[in-house]
C-alpha cells in the first residue's frame, strides 16, 4: 500500500485499517477551487490539522465561490491564495514550479446538474479542459515533482441505479447528464496520465455534499433559505428521485484520509449510509423552521432527465479508518440554521436567480459574463 505523509496502516482483528499519522515529512498542496463549498473546508481542514504543510490555493472565484469561505485560514502563515483558472497553463505551471508543489488536489469544476443542461459546453471547458490544462502542467513541471494527484468526481459518473450500489472497479460508468458525462471523461484523462506517464494519481467519487457555506442553487440551502422567507420550495417531478448526503465535515474528514492513507492507481467512493427522497428533505427542513409542508411546498416540471436513484458503495474508504460521524438531524438543523441567520450577500454578491426551480447558468447576469469567458470554477 504507498502511503504518504508517513502514513502507516495496521489491521486489528477486526480487519479494519488503523490510520496512524506520523507525518515523517510536511507537504506542499495545490488545491484548486478551494475557495468554493467542499474544497473550502477541505483547505481549511488540512491548514489547521497540519501546520507543517503549505496550501496553495488556486480559484477563479466563479459565481460559486467565495474568498469569505476561507476567512478562517487565509491569513495563516501556511496558506496562500491564488486568483486564477486551472485552465491556464501557463499560470498553473508557475505555481506548481515557484511554490514546489507535491500534492495537487483537484477540486475546481462546474457541479450543478440543472446548469449543465442548458449550458454543457461550459461544463467541458471548466471540467475537461481544465483537468488537462492541470495534468499537462503536473507532467511538465521542471522544478517540481508531483508524488500525488488526488482528483476529486462524483457519485453520477455511474448514472442511475435503481438496484444494487456502485462500486469502484466493477461498475461501468454511465453518466445521464452533460455534467456527468464531464466528470467521467475527466476521469478517463487522469487515468490515462496515470498509466502513459506514471503521473500517482487516486480518483474520489462522492455523493450529495451539504452543510455550511454551500452556494444556494443546491438542494437543502435553496430550500432552507426559500421556506425562511415564506417562499414556495419548488420540487421537481414527483419529488420522490433518492439521494444520499453527507455533510461537509464528514466529506474534508474522508479527503483527509484518502490523501495519506489512499493507494495510488486506485479509485475511492466517498458515500453517506442513508438515502432519502427530494421531497422528504423539503419536509424535514421544513420541520425545523416551523413550517407546514403542505403549504410550503409545490410541485414543478422535472429536469430533463433526473436520475431516480444514485448509491455507492464506500468499503474500500471504510478500510482505510473512515467513519461518518455527523447524524443527518443534527447536522440538517445546524446547516439551516447557518443559511438563516447570515447575510449571505456578504457571501455570494447576487444569489437570487439560483432560488429558481430551474435556475439559469451562474445565478446573475455579471456570472453568466464570467462563465463565458473563464472556465474552472468551484
Request: hydrophobic fraction near 40%; aromatic fraction near 10%.
Amino acid at each position: 500500500m504507498a502511503l504518504l505523509g508517513g502514513v502507516c496502516a495496521c489491521v486489528r482483528a477486526s480487519d479494519v485499517l488503523c490510520v496512524i499519522r506520523t507525518r515523517a515529512r510536511t507537504m506542499r498542496v495545490l488545491l484548486t477551487g478551494g475557495a468554493g463549498f467542499i474544497g473550502s473546508h477541505v483547505a481549511t481542514r488540512l491548514a489547521t490539522t497540519y501546520a507543517d504543510y503549505q496550501i496553495v490555493v488556486v480559484d477563479k472565484l466563479d459565481y460559486c465561490s467565495s474568498k469569505k469561505n476561507l476567512e478562517r485560514i487565509v491569513s495563516l502563515p501556511n496558506v496562500t491564495f491564488v486568483k486564477g483558472d486551472v485552465r491556464s497553463f501557463d499560470l498553473v505551471t508557475y505555481v506548481l514550479n515557484s511554490e514546489k508543489i507535491d500534492v495537487v488536489m483537484h477540486f475546481a469544476a462546474q457541479s450543478h446538474v440543472d446548469n449543465s443542461f442548458g449550458n454543457s459546453y461550459e461544463f467541458t471547458r471548466n471540467n475537461f479542459e481544465g483537468t488537462h490544462a492541470l495534468l499537462e502542467a503536473c507532467r511538465r513541471a521542471t522544478e517540481t515533482k508531483i508524488k500525488r494527484f488526488l482528483h476529486v468526481s462524483t457519485d453520477e459518473v455511474y448514472g442511475e441505479n435503481l438496484s444494487d450500489s456502485n462500486t469502484e472497479h466493477e461498475s461501468l460508468l454511465t453518466p445521464t447528464n452533460p455534467y456527468a458525462a464531464t466528470k467521467a471523461g475527466a476521469e478517463m484523462l487522469v487515468m490515462a496520465y496515470g498509466r502513459s506517464y506514471g503521473l500517482p494519481f487516486i480518483i474520489t467519487r462522492g455523493n450529495n455534499v451539504y452543510g455550511p457555506n454551500q452556494y444556494p442553487e443546491k438542494a437543502i440551502p435553496k430550500f432552507a433559505i426559500l421556506a425562511s422567507r415564506g417562499d414556495k420550495i419548488a420540487i421537481h417531478g414527483d419529488g420522490l428521485a433518492t439521494r444520499s448526503y453527507m455533510h461537509v465535515d464528514d466529506a474534508a474528514r474522508a479527503f483527509d484520509v484518502v490523501l495519506h492513507a489512499g493507494e495510488t492507481s486506485q479509485i475511492y467512493n466517498i458515500g453517506s449510509r442513508e438515502e432519502r427522497t427530494v421531497i422528504s428533505v423539503a419536509r424535514d427542513v421544513c420541520e425545523i423552521l416551523g413550517k407546514n409542508p403542505d403549504d410550503a411546498i409545490t410541485h414543478v416540471e422535472d429536469r430533463a432527465f433526473n436520475d431516480r436513484r444514485y448509491f455507492i458503495d464506500s468499503t474500500k474508504l471504510l478500510a482505510l479508518g473512515w467513519r461518518q460521524e455527523v447524524e443527518w438531524t443534527q447536522g440538517l438543523r445546524e446547516t439551516v440554521e447557518w443559511f438563516t441567520t447570515r447575510d449571505l450577500k456578504a457571501y455570494w454578491k447576487n444569489f437570487e436567480s439560483a432560488l429558481l426551480p430551474h435556475p439559469r447558468f451562474g445565478g446573475d447576469e455579471d456570472a453568466d459574463d464570467a462563465a463565458r469567458e473563464g472556465t474552472s470554477a468551484t
